[in-house]
């Protein structure tokens, strides 16, 4: 199956934004059933793209030569989420089944129906990928500079491992990860966040919910409680090892 990124892997002027991807076999399905690699982690992620993607292209078919395992990891989420999506696709076909429990009257919703082709997806342009100004402010209350940008597979285990361990860090952690550089320092840390004055971490989230840092496959769905009539939000949960279950998938309510 041939899959357009939303926004690839950028290598040198070569921007690999199509890959042809393979359906989960048996070795696939052993890493799903190792609970080291799947309870409470997302071990089985890097392993799964590695093997199924077979190939990154640019527009033009020009292949990307390097090693897989590398690829993976300079994807972005955006690209991560899609891939994901259309594995499950190419094995098990576009009609996804999941249960989702509604954020009104607590009713849960069984045998919800989803066709994975229809996700809408969002790319973003080469342009906008390569223009800092986007994605750089000014802190209004330290006056320092800040360079935002988009998940890599690094940063949603370095999320899961806060989730599971550090819990009373969520919210300096999970900003310190969409954050490239503060003033001329990288690798930043929830350290470097607890540091900065609250106007500064309030103006930071506002800019992560406004900025669009990568493009995305929108997987927020809308469903219509059968319990209470009202529509709630449910969003897909592509990370986890039950989206390759081919007779249930799995929801995280957005409230």
Partial sequence: MKVTLPNGL??????????I??????????????????????????????DCIKSLETAEGVQWKGDMKDAVEKLSAGDIEILLIKIRENT????????????HCEHKNKNL?????????DPIPVAEMLDKSRVTFTLPKSQVEVELKPLFLKDLFESIKIMK?????????????SIKRIGTKT????????????????FLKEKLEATKLEGTIDTNITVECTGCGKE?????????SDFFDPSKGSTSTTT
């Fill in 10 to 19: 950028l290598d040198g002027q070569d921007l690999f934004n199509t890959a």
């Fill in 21 to 50: 991807i393979d359906e989960l076999r048996g070795r696939q399905q052993n890493y799903l059933a190792d609970r080291e690699l799947v309870i409470g982690n997302i071990g089985h992620i890097p392993k799964i793209l590695s």
């Fill in 92 to 103: 098990y076909g576009e009609r996804f089944y999941f249960e989702a429990q509604c954020t």
């Fill in 113 to 121: 129906r989803l066709n994975l082709n229809e996700l809408e997806l």
């Fill in 165 to 177: 361990n550090k819990p009373d860090r969520l919210v300096t952690s999970a900003v310190a990860l």
């Fill in 187 to 202: 690798k930043i840390t929830s350290e470097d966040i607890d540091e900065l004055p609250s106007k500064d971490i309030i």
């Fill in 232 to 240: 709630f939000e449910s969003k897909l949960d592509v990370y986890s």
